[in-house]
């Protein structure tokens, strides 16, 4: 009976209740969108910026991310990225191996990092085959073909068909030379990596530079981050079995991750601040309410009930409104944000800003479990947790005081 | 025979700032299995405060109290909750039915507190109404019945639980003469019929005249204590 008695009591006053709820469930639906929407915002960063290039997690020698040069390579990636197959979560994986050289063209010359890649295997793991605005990226069949960033090509002054000379130092100190035909050309809407990087075969690579089999790294992807966030410690495994390190997202892009740990750190706040408020304007709706009825209250004691059951019927209510406007505020929210997982958000104006992410103009949301749950849940916790106040002013309650309150 | 209510040199003192207020002074009053009393005096005489002590509303500053054998003056807050539900049934002036449940709800729910089953806290709800003339209005909920019917209710629920006593403060305050003949009448036929004792806080003469015991306090003494045979049918 108290909780069909708390479920009435709630709806004596129709208005105020239909008020609360509806602040309860917007306040979560706010929180249900902006939450999807931000995790939707840096799912497409991460996809973006990662796939350019980086992969999800890459197996590197020890100590080659904060000292890369030839002498710390991958001895036997064949085996390597055959252990690779009996990880789950792993769809691809590609070898890789890169110096920073000279790159010279006529009378210019310009520092790159030339990247050795297997195309048929790079394809899959980078998207940078796919940014090409001038002629074809490489192929199985390419011997001495290059494919070089549209900065790059603007400051040699390179075209399909361009001769390049390229200059550097071999794994065995000798001097690693080359001259290679530009077969394409790509914008990867990096101004970074479109003005440093240019992509040969591996093996010319390695016989440029005297690697042998070796390669600096293997980048690898899965079906998304996640799989490969959660398969870390078996990768870790086995590249220990190699004397590797796995790096994960967060070791390749770390300026990447701290945007978005201070991106969520400020939501965070915003989010609390929000939390505190709804909080506070039930709370002071459930006070008033427990002042009108304190008179009844003293009857109730007066009849024999105990005053912790009073105090627990009201923080039923309490609940009853917080988990109404919880539901209400999850379909709303997930509602809402379901039509813009559809069709996007499209922020025209803003592609250059954009674009400094890796990112499309129209950013969809990513709606989840999570999303949809922790802001409402997270508003109905404070929510109950405050009514701790009501219960602990009704216990104190005796018959006669409360009956005698006007 | 023991008393249903045994009170013994009660006093309740008030504080009024730094000045002691006495309420209640040295009352000895014993209200047996059966009677049908009540307690007049004029405002400020300390009867509405007598009714509280022995009630467990209130607590008495000296002296002491026992309900059905049982000595209150020492209970805690919830044991006397406990006492309040298994042995008091409260009338009060101002009906005071919790508006959002309906006649029987209002009935049932004191019942339900005491974890009497769903079964038997149906049949005892409508028991107990179409024992007050209420049959046929067991859904309807305060707002929607008079106020004499209001205080049938509430007088309903005082006796569902089966107390040892009904304490009524000032029954018939809230009532039209015609509801609150009815009301007096009910309050005697249960009283004759059922066995109930009844202990009235009331100015009203209806009611006294119609009490078998009536006892007068003043200036928070008892100043008589008359218990008459003849009462009027």
Same mark, same amino acid.
Not at chain 1, 85 to 91: E, H, L, Y
């Given at each position: 009976m108290l909780a069909g008695l708390a479920w009435r009591n709630i709806w004596r006053q129709p208005q105020r209740t239909v008020l609360s709820l509806m602040s309860i469930s917007l306040s979560g639906a706010i929180t249900v969108f902006v939450l999807s929407m931000q995790l939707g915002t840096y799912a497409i960063m991460k996809q973006n910026v990662l796939r350019?290039?980086? %992969?999800y997690a890459q197996l590197q020698p020890l100590h080659y991310a904060s000292d890369p040069g030839?002498?710390?390579?991958?001895?036997?990636p064949r085996k390597v990225m055959a252990q690779l197959?009996?990880?789950?979560?792993? @769809?691809a994986a590609a070898p890789r191996a890169s110096s920073y050289v000279i790159l010279a063209s006529g009378s210019r010359s310009y520092g790159a990092e030339v990247l050795g890649v297997e195309p048929a295997r790079e394809i899959h793991v980078s998207?940078?085959? %796919? @940014?090409?605005?001038e002629g074809r990226f490489l192929n199985s069949?390419?011997?001495n073909a290059a494919v070089v960033g549209a900065g790059l090509a603007r400051n040699l002054k390179l075209k399909l068909g361009s001769k390049l000379t390229l200059l550097g130092s071999a794994r065995d100190g000798s001097i690693a030379a080359d001259v290679l035909v530009v077969r394409g050309v790509f914008s990867t809407g990096s101004p970074q990596v479109d003005r440093q990087i240019i992509e040969i075969p591996l093996s010319r690579f390695q016989s440029d530079f005297v690697m %042998?089999?070796?390669?600096?790294t293997i980048a690898l992807v899965g079906r998304n981050l996640s799989t490969i966030n959660a398969n870390i410690p078996a990768l870790q495994r086995l590249a220990h079995k190699d004397r590797l390190v796995v790096r994960d997202w967060t070791k390749l892009e770390p300026a990447l991750h701290d945007v978005i740990l201070l991106d969520m750190s400020f939501s965070v706040l915003l989010y609390a601040s929000l939390i505190i408020v709804v909080t506070f304007i039930i709370l002071n709706t459930l006070l008033m309410s427990i002042l009108e009825r304190t008179r009844e209250f003293g009857t109730l004691l007066a009849l024999g009930m105990r005053p912790a059951q009073i105090g627990s019927m009201i923080w039923f209510e309490l609940l009853l409104l917080a988990g109404a406007g919880m539901l209400i505020g999850v379909i709303l929210g997930s509602a809402a944000t379901y039509i813009f997982v559809k069709h996007g958000i499209a922020f025209g104006g803003a592609e250059a800003l954009f674009r400094q992410w890796h990112m499309p103009s129209t950013l969809y949301p990513e709606l989840s479990l999570m999303t949809a749950l922790a802001g409402p849940l997270a508003i109905s916790l404070a929510i109950s947790i405050a009514g701790i106040i009501p219960y602990l002013r009704i216990r104190r309650l005796t018959p006669l005081s409360a009956m005698r309150s006007t | 025979m023991d008393p249903i209510v045994a009170c013994q040199n009660i006093t309740r003192h008030y504080r009024q700032g730094i000045i002691d207020v006495p309420a209640v002074q040295g009352v000895d009053l014993n209200i047996m299995k059966g009677e049908f009393a009540s307690l007049a005096g004029p405002s400020g005489s300390g009867k509405t405060t007598l009714l509280n002590i022995i009630g467990g509303l209130d607590r008495p500053s000296g002296g002491t109290v026992a309900i059905d054998g049982e000595e209150i003056s020492q209970l805690g807050a919830n044991k006397l909750a406990d006492l309040r539900l298994r042995k008091i049934g409260f009338v009060f002036q101002a009906y005071?039915?919790? !508006?959002?449940?309906s006649a029987a709800e209002n009935v049932q729910f004191v019942l339900q507190l005491m974890g009497i089953s769903k079964s038997e806290r149906r049949r005892r709800a409508q028991d107990v109404l179409s024992q007050v003339g209420l049959s046929g209005l067991e859904d309807r909920r305060p707002a929607r019945l008079s106020g004499g019917q209001q205080q049938r209710v509430a007088v309903a629920r005082a006796l569902a639980s089966r107390p040892a006593i009904v304490l009524a403060d000032e !029954?018939?305050?809230?009532?039209?003469s015609h509801a609150a003949e009815g009301l007096i009448s009910l309050m005697k036929d249960l009283n004759r019929s059922s066995g109930i004792t009844f202990l009235m806080a009331t100015h009203d003469p209806r009611v006294i005249a119609h009490t078998s015991r009536h006892i007068v306090i003043t200036d928070g003494r008892i100043a008589s204590d008359e218990k008459r045979h003849n009462s009027p049918e």
């Open positions: 350019l290039l980086d %992969g030839l002498r710390k390579t991958i001895a036997h197959r009996s990880i789950p979560g792993v @769809t998207s940078l085959s %796919g @940014t090409m605005i069949h390419d011997t %042998g089999e070796r390669v600096n | 005071n039915l919790i !508006p959002v449940l !029954p018939t305050a809230n009532l039209d």
